[in-house]
């Protein structure tokens, strides 16, 4: 499968930016799917990350109440809502997708993931 990220940009703190992740072929349901973040010297992290079905989300502390991840299997599209974003949630941001199963046990970390998009830059200046 392959994804394409979108909707990145420059945001003042408070701001909302909406991303985008369209993954091509016909069995994008099948994939649980990640939001992740790396910003300059620091390691990815998992923000957000929603199972097959869409019936379970799962959020990093640091956005829980601010962003939201859902998606539509009828347009192989996952978003990410950002909101009431801050200085600190810049970073370049990738979707990810996993063919098997995502639990809280391995939703967070980025080698279960086996297809990644290209990434997008959000900055939020402060």
């Known amino acids: 499968v392959q994804l394409v990220d979108s909707g990145g940009g420059l945001v003042q703190a408070g701001g909302s930016l909406r991303l985008s992740c369209v993954a091509s072929?016909?069995?994008?349901?099948?994939?649980?799917m990640g939001w992740f973040r790396q910003a300059p010297g620091k390691e990815r992290e998992c923000v957000a990350a929603?199972?097959?079905?869409?019936?379970?989300?799962y959020y990093a502390d640091s956005v829980k109440g601010r962003f939201t991840i859902s998606r539509d299997n009828a347009k192989n599209t996952v978003y990410l809502q950002m909101n009431s974003l801050k200085p600190e949630d810049t970073a370049v941001y990738y979707c990810?997708?996993?063919?098997?199963?995502?639990?809280?046990?391995?939703?967070?970390?980025?080698?279960?993931?086996?297809?990644w998009g290209q990434g997008t830059q959000v900055t939020v200046s402060s």
């Open positions: 929603i199972t097959r079905s869409g019936g379970t989300t």
């Open positions: 072929g016909r069995t994008f349901g099948s994939y649980g």
């Open positions: 990810a997708a996993r063919p098997t199963i995502l639990t809280y046990y391995n939703y967070y970390r980025p080698y279960e993931y086996n297809y």
